[in-house]
């Protein structure tokens, strides 16, 4: 959940930072070709921070309202069925293809999603921060799974891994080998470090909570 606006800031920002490498450049390019994904993830943080103060009063009720409006409908033009507090800041959503992800899963900081992802049925599944899911990947069951995995792609999984920083694989998948994250590699470690000085200077603690 977002409760501030300085905590919007935030997530606005590091969402922008992580996907640097896909989003348009500057005014006049956002202007002539705007990236559907960066429209998608900016009204899906305002919503989810008018969500929070729609009960304070009929002004945040219809900006709640105005938000969640446009935010339905990006969903319909990206094909992303993606609910809202699901997905952690510092998301990276590389492809404009279809990704449904069900609304009691929690998904954690700097987590890539890949294309042509399901996060299935209605149990619960956690999936820690720095998890990579990779293109055609069905996650299933009340499952967790532990920070810095990587979820191969073309894999049903429907096992908890326990263990971070492992590759997961295979029908139905096993856990392979231990793997560096992918915020480990450039140039997303280079974005991944640049979120991390910003929350500092924002005194933000490690949940993007303000802390003072």
């Not at 450049?25 to 429209?39: D, E, F, M, N, T």
């Not at 009691?104 to 900081?109: D, F, Q, V």
């Amino acid at each position: 959940m977002i409760n501030s606006k300085k905590e919007l800031e935030f997530y606005l920002r590091a969402d922008e930072i992580m996907n640097e490498q896909v989003f348009p450049h500057g005014v006049l390019k956002r202007l002539i070709a705007p990236s559907p994904i960066r429209s998608f993830l900016r009204m899906l943080r305002k919503a989810e921070y008018a969500k929070t103060k729609k009960d304070k009063n009929i002004y945040w009720r219809l900006r709640y309202a105005y938000y969640k409006y446009r935010y339905e409908r990006l969903k319909l033009k990206t094909h992303f069925d993606i609910p809202l507090d699901v997905l952690g800041y510092g998301v990276r959503i590389g492809h404009l293809s279809t990704i449904v992800i069900n609304g009691s899963a929690s998904i954690g900081n700097y987590c890539c999603l890949q294309n042509n992802i399901v996060i299935a049925d209605g149990e619960k599944k956690k999936i820690g921060d720095h998890v990579y899911i990779g293109s055609n990947t069905v996650v299933a069951k009340n499952i967790t799974i532990a920070s810095g995995c990587t979820l191969s792609s073309c894999s049903l999984v429907n096992k908890s891994c326990m263990h971070p920083d492992m590759l997961i694989g295979g029908v139905a998948a096993i856990e392979l080998h231990k793997r560096a994250r992918w915020t480990e590699e450039e140039p997303y470690k280079s974005e991944f470090l640049r979120c991390e000085a910003l929350k500092k200077e924002m005194q933000l603690d490690n949940y993007g909570k303000e802390t003072v």
